[in-house]
Each structure stands twice: as C-alpha cells, then as structure tokens.
T-cell receptor
Framework: SQQGEEDPQALSIQEGENATMNCSYKTSINNLQWYRQNSGRGLVHLILIRSNEREKHSGRLRVTLDTSKKSSSLLITASRAADTASYFCATDAGAGKSTFGDGTTLTVKP | DAGVIQSPRHEVTEMGQEVTLRCKPISGHNSLFWYRQTMMRGLELLIYFNNNVPIDDSGMPEDRFSAKMPNASFSTLKIQPSEPRDSAVYFC??????????????FGPGTRLTVL
C-alpha cells in the first residue's frame, strides 16, 4: 500500500473558508512534501517539511509534522476557487525517491 | 526554462502495439522519474534514474515495460506489447538531487495513453 495516505479523500468548502488535509505514513522519513495537481496537469511542488521541523508556512499554506504520530497536515487559509485541485503528500525515506499518497480532492465553491 | 517536456501528450493505440513515451528533463537536473497515474492505483513510481543510471525499477509492472536514459537530456519509457490495462496517464519528473538533501520534483504535463 502507499506510504502516505491522505484524509479526507474529498473536501468541499466555500470560498474564504479554511481547508485542512491530513496525511499519515508508516515508516520513518527524512522529509515530507505536499504537491498540488490541477485537473489534467502534472503535480506541482508546494512545500517541504523536514523531519526535524514541526511547522512551516508559505503564503496561505501551513504545514505541520508530527513524527511521533507519523502524520502531517496541510492547512490552506482563506481558500479561493483557484485552490480547487487534488493535493498529495509524498514521503522521502532517504532512498532517493518519494512515495505519494492517494490524494485529497479539494473543491472550493465561489 | 521550458520545464519538463513529454511527448506525445495523447496516445491511442491498439492492444499488442509498441508504445514509446518520451521525456526531456529540465536542464541541469540529474534525477529523472517515471510515474503512472490511474484512478484505481493512484500515482505509482515506475522507475527512477540518477545521473542517467537506473537506480530503482521495482515499480515497473512487468517485462513488457522498459525505460532508458541514454543521456542527461532524454529518456524513454517503452511498452511492448501494450495491453488495455496499461491505459493511464504517464508522468515524467526531474529534480536536481544533491547528496544528503532533497530537491523538489518538477513534473511534466503527462502522456495520456489509451490502449484499445
């Protein structure tokens, strides 16, 4: 099974609301990344958090990492219709590759 | 920078035919990844190269799949013979990997393959 599993599978909110997505993984990691995929496009890197970091911010994005629980969350504040996409977490366990989860599909209604 | 370039963008072929997907990574990147994405299985890593050398091909589904990277600016993924269950979107991604660190992966637009 995938190393990273996102929760929920789908999320629908109104524009202006906050969106929170969670990711759980199974083994120790060096870092965890979040990617966004718009429909019909490739994935785009959003943010990386290293295993010794607990929280990271980038614009309207806030990522947390709890290595004791093997989980991470991605918070998008003040969501916009343009944030509608699928969001994936990916874990790097040091083997030179990242393992992607199944993704959360976010719909932001205008 | 043009980003990762993949061709073709769409491919429709018949079962049993050979399919070749192409990828040009971003100049200066030394790692290249091939992924397959389907609704049922999500995003799967098929194979990745570091400095043109295949490092991990454990994700390649079977012998019908092969990948090459003859130089730093070109890679191919070949399926021979193709089967309907190979229908998926195939992504190529590249990154500039430095020892002991991680660099983000840049994805191409994907090739949507349909095998009839």
């Amino acid at each position: 099974s995938q190393q990273g599993e996102e929760d929920p599978q789908a999320l629908s909110i109104q524009e202006g609301e906050n969106a929170t997505m969670n990711c759980s993984y199974k083994t120790s990691i060096n870092n965890l990344q979040w990617y966004r995929q718009n429909s019909g496009r490739g994935l785009v890197h959003l943010i990386l958090i290293r295993s010794n970091e607990r929280e990271k911010h980038s614009g309207r994005l806030r990522v947390t990492l709890d290595t004791s629980k093997k989980s991470s969350s991605l918070l998008i504040t003040a969501s916009r219709a343009a944030d509608t996409a699928s969001y994936f977490c990916a874990t790097d366990a040091g083997a030179g590759k990242s393992t992607f989860g199944d993704g959360t599909t976010l719909t932001v209604k205008p | 920078d043009a980003g990762v370039i993949q061709s073709p963008r769409h491919e429709v072929t018949e079962m049993g035919q050979e399919v070749t997907l192409r990828c040009k990574p971003i100049s200066g990147h030394n790692s290249l990844f091939w992924y397959r994405q389907t609704m049922m299985r999500g995003l799967e890593l098929l194979i990745y190269f570091n400095n043109n050398v295949p490092i991990d091909d454990s994700g390649m589904p079977e012998d019908r799949f092969s990948a090459k990277m003859p130089n730093a600016s070109f890679s191919t993924l070949k399926i021979q013979p193709s089967e309907p269950r190979d229908s998926a979107v195939y992504f190529c991604a590249s990154s500039r990997r430095l020892a002991g660190s991680y660099n983000e992966q840049f994805f191409g637009p994907g090739t949507r393959l349909t095998v009839l």
